[in-house]
C-alpha cells in the first residue's frame, strides 16, 4: 500500500502520521476474528467497538441483509416509511423498560444524543415550560461528536479545539472515577455515591426548574470503563424525580447484552426518561441509532393541528430499511441464541481474567462490570499515552489480538457469546506483552 492511498484516508480517532509508517489494515472477518490484509488471524478482544456482540459476519444478520436490500434498498421516511422499521421500532420498545413505547430512528450514537437533546428540549417547551434549557452533562462522559454531544460531554480533547462553539447553558456533574479510594473494585465502587448530589447542587446554583435534562451514561465507556458508585444512579433518579427534570440514559454501549439485559436501565433498576442507543442494535452490520422515550415525552408532542409536524427533526438515512432489516434480524438472534444470558454466564470469567493484572507492577487500577472492563496502567513520565499505544502495536504484530488503547487503559468488550478458554487465551497473550515492555 503506497503512501498517497494511505494518506487520502484521513483516519477517525487515530494518530494517522504514526498509523502510516506501518498500516494495520484488516481484510475480512468470521465469528471472533479478524483477518489482515497480510493473510493473518486476529482474535477480536474488544468486539468492534463495542459493537459486534454476537460475533462478526453473523449468518443470520448477513442474509437479511443480503435479501432487503436486493427488495428494497432505500425509502423515505419523511410522510411515508418502510415496513422493516415500523417492525423494529416495535421489537425495541417492547425489549425496553415499561412505559418506554416510542422509537426515534438515526443512523448513530452521535446522532441519537443530540435527537434525545432537542426531545428533552421540545418536550419543556410544548408543556409551557420553554423555561427549561439548561442541559446537565459530567465531566469523562462520551456522548458521540456531534456539537450537541460534544457540550454535555466531558473528555477534554474531545472538546479543546471546539470550545468556542459549544453549546451554551451546559453544566457538568463531577465524575465518578476514583482511583484513591476505589483502585481494583469489583463490579460497583463502594465509595461516591455523594458525588450525585452533585445535581442537588447545581439545582441550588441554576434553580431546578431551568434545567431540562441530565445525561449519563450507566456505566462510562469511552473513558474508560467508569462504573457507577452503588446507589449512584438510583439517587440522581431521585433528584431528578423532585425537580421535574428529564433523565438521559446514554445507552449506545450499554444496550443489548453488554450488561447482561436488553438495556442498562434494567440491570440497574432505575428507569430514565429517555435512552439513546446504536451499535448492538444492528450487531455493527449497518449504522443505525434509536432514541426511545416515555410515553408521557411522546404524548407532549402530540398536539396540535393533526396536520403538522411536531417534531422539526430526522435525518435522510433515519429508519433505513437496510440497517432495519439488520436490526430485526439481531433482535431474533438475541432472542434465539440467548445471548444476554450468555452474556451473563460470562461475567464472572472476565472479572477473574482482568483482575489477574492487579499485581503487576505497570497496572494501577483494574474496573469492571457486566462485559466491560479496563486495565489502566501507568503513564510513563512526559509520554502519556505512550505505553498503552506500545501494547496495541505488539498485540496487533506479536501476538495476534485486537486491543484497545485508550491512552494508557487497555479496554475489553468481549462478545456476548465468548469462548471462554479464547478469552483466557487472549489475556495470556496481553500478560507477554505488557511484560515486554517497561
Not at 415500523?86 to 423498560?97: E, S
Not at 479543546?160 to 451554551?168: D, M, N, Q, R, Y
Not at 427533526?313 to 438472534?333: F, W
Request: glycine share 10%; aromatic share 8%.
Amino acid at each position: 500500500m503506497n503512501a498517497a492511498v494511505e494518506n487520502a484516508y484521513w483516519m477517525p480517532f487515530t494518530a494517522n502520521r504514526d498509523f502510516n509508517r506501518k498500516p494495520r489494515v484488516i481484510t475480512g472477518a468470521e465469528g471472533h476474528w479478524y483477518t489482515t490484509d497480510d493473510g493473518r488471524r486476529l482474535y477480536d478482544t474488544f468486539s468492534g467497538l463495542w459493537t459486534s456482540g454476537l460475533g462478526h459476519c453473523h449468518p443470520k444478520i448477513v442474509a437479511a441483509v443480503q435479501e432487503q436490500v436486493a427488495q428494497l434498498d432505500y425509502c423515505m421516511t419523511f410522510q411515508a416509511t418502510n415496513d422493516k422499521a415500523l417492525k423494529l421500532a416495535r421489537r425495541v420498545t417492547d425489549m425496553a423498560p415499561d412505559g418506554m413505547n416510542h422509537c426515534f430512528f438515526v443512523n448513530s450514537g452521535s446522532e441519537s444524543v443530540d435527537t434525545a437533546l432537542k426531545i428533552a428540549l421540545g418536550y419543556h417547551r410544548a408543556r409551557g415550560e420553554g423555561n427549561r434549557t439548561r442541559l446537565i452533562g459530567r465531566e469523562k462522559g462520551y456522548h458521540g461528536v456531534n456539537f450537541g454531544g460534544m457540550s454535555v460531554g466531558g473528555i477534554v480533547p474531545n472538546r479543546k479545539v471546539f470550545s468556542a462553539a459549544l453549546l451554551p447553558g451546559v453544566d457538568h456533574l463531577r465524575h465518578t472515577l476514583d482511583i484513591e479510594r476505589n483502585a481494583f473494585s469489583r463490579g460497583l465502587p463502594p465509595h461516591g455515591i455523594e458525588l450525585a448530589e452533585d445535581l442537588e447542587r447545581l439545582c441550588l446554583l441554576h434553580d431546578g426548574s431551568n434545567i431540562a435534562a441530565v445525561i449519563v451514561e450507566p456505566v462510562a465507556g469511552s473513558a474508560g470503563v467508569i462504573p457507577p458508585p452503588a446507589g449512584y444512579l438510583e439517587r440522581l433518579r431521585e433528584i431528578c424525580d423532585q425537580h421535574g427534570i428529564l433523565l438521559i440514559f446514554d445507552e449506545v454501549i450499554a444496550a443489548f447484552g453488554r450488561l447482561g439485559h436488553a438495556f442498562g436501565a434494567q440491570r440497574f433498576d432505575v428507569t430514565p426518561d429517555i435512552i439513546t442507543t446504536a451499535k448492538g442494535l444492528t450487531n455493527g452490520v449497518v449504522p443505525m441509532g434509536a432514541v426511545i422515550v416515555r410515553d408521557e415525552i411522546f404524548d407532549a408532542f402530540m398536539s396540535g393541528p393533526e396536520h403538522m409536524i411536531e417534531l422539526f427533526h430526522g435525518y435522510t438515512y433515519s429508519g433505513h430499511p437496510v440497517a432495519a432489516a439488520a436490526g430485526l434480524a439481531t433482535m431474533d438472534v438475541y432472542v434465539e441464541e440467548g445471548t444476554f444470558e450468555q452474556a451473563r454466564s460470562l461475567e464472572q470469567h472476565f472479572e477473574d481474567l482482568l483482575h489477574s493484572f492487579a499485581d503487576h507492577p505497570l497496572v494501577i487500577d483494574v474496573r469492571n462490570f457486566g462485559l466491560m472492563g479496563v486495565v489502566e496502567m501507568a503513564p510513563r513520565n512526559g509520554a502519556p499515552g505512550a505505553r498503552g499505544m506500545e501494547v496495541h502495536k505488539k498485540c496487533f504484530w506479536d501476538e495476534n489480538i485486537v486491543v484497545r488503547a485508550g491512552m494508557d487503559t487497555l479496554q475489553f468488550s468481549p462478545f456476548l457469546n465468548s469462548n471462554p478458554d479464547e478469552m483466557t487465551q487472549s489475556f495470556e497473550a496481553l500478560r507477554r506483552v505488557i511484560d515486554t515492555i517497561d
